[in-house]
């Protein structure tokens, strides 16, 4: 499997326009080289733009689509129009978190994030980080990353709380689907509390039109999830979805439409082994029950 790895992943809109103007570049028959001459701009750039490795500016999008014979208003707009988007979302709400982001280049997962349609999330550990309550956060963050101080730990909860806001409740919420394992559910994080909350708030938030929640049981033995969670994270069209797979230090994102594939027919695996989100609702009900005595 053909991993493609960069520190911070591009936003929505970079990979838009990149895939854009190369489009219009191979439509002109031109080369990088060939370009660079004719704008006088570095090749290695011009390639980076290409790759969605780095941004560009509104006056060097305009030369390129001189150079590449661009006339109508309405497409050169369009393109132009990416490029401020791209801009925009290298301002989001998280950057006040920049310094305790950094370390994992979270920045980079929430920038997508922000930007998908839907999200097919698998867990076969933790409660995913949208369905989690603020204490069942709070103990999940300070238990795997012990380096960080307590205020490090508080910022990183406000985040968490705040993309649940951004994702789950606001005027154009992403769908998401979520399939959890039976050992999350059985695992205490935090304390019994914690996790009594944090099922009470799993059978709520499930019930939400946007939102619906799968358990994968016990009894269900070996099953395609076993190597580990996932995101595929869906864009509006032309962006291509992708496919996040979360590490301590540098996170891996795989945007090959046979990669991507290949989780969402797992996930769609999972989501037919699983149990309905009825079913899921009243066995989580009875988990609680269980440790409530």
């Given at each position: 499997m053909a991993l493609k790895r960069s520190l911070v992943p591009q936003s929505v809109y970079r990979r838009q326009l990149a895939a854009r103007l190369k489009e219009l570049r191979d439509v002109a028959g031109l080369t990088l080289t060939e370009v660079a001459e004719r704008i006088e701009v570095n090749q290695g750039s011009l390639s980076r733009i290409e790759t969605g490795a780095r941004g560009t500016s509104p006056v060097l999008v305009r030369a390129l689509l001189d150079c590449y014979g661009v006339e109508g208003s309405a497409e050169r707009a369009d393109v132009l129009d990416l490029v401020r988007a791209d801009k925009e979302q290298q301002k989001p709400w998280w950057r006040k978190y920049s310094t305790v982001l950094t370390a994992t280049r979270y920045d980079g997962?929430?920038?997508?994030?922000?930007?998908?349609?839907?999200?097919?999330?698998?867990?076969?550990?933790?409660?995913?980080?949208?369905l989690q309550t603020e204490d069942y956060a709070r103990a999940v963050i300070s238990q795997m990353r012990m380096e960080l101080t307590p205020p490090q730990v508080e910022d990183l909860v406000k985040v968490r709380m705040e993309r649940q806001r951004s994702r789950l409740d606001s005027e154009k919420p992403a769908k998401v689907w979520a399939i959890i394992d039976e050992a999350v559910l059985r695992r205490t994080v935090g304390s019994s509390d914690v996790m009594c909350e944090q099922l009470r708030q799993l059978m709520?938030?499930?019930?939400?039109?946007?939102v619906t929640v799968q358990l994968l049981p016990f009894v269900l033995g070996a099953h395609p999830g076993l190597y580990g969670p996932f995101v595929?994270?869906?864009?509006?069209?032309?962006?291509?979805?992708?496919?996040?797979?979360?590490?301590?230090k540098n996170s891996v994102y795989l945007e090959a439409a046979d990669d991507v594939g290949n989780y969402t027919e797992i996930f769609d695996q999972l989501r037919a082994r699983a149990l309905g989100p009825s079913e899921t609702r009243t066995r989580i009900a009875r988990i609680s029950e269980e440790l409530e005595k």
């Open positions: 997962y929430l920038a997508l994030e922000a930007g998908a349609v839907s999200l097919a999330n698998y867990q076969p550990m933790l409660v995913p980080g949208l709520e938030v499930s019930e939400k039109p946007n595929i994270l869906t864009f509006s069209e032309p962006t291509p979805n992708l496919v996040w797979l979360e590490n301590p």
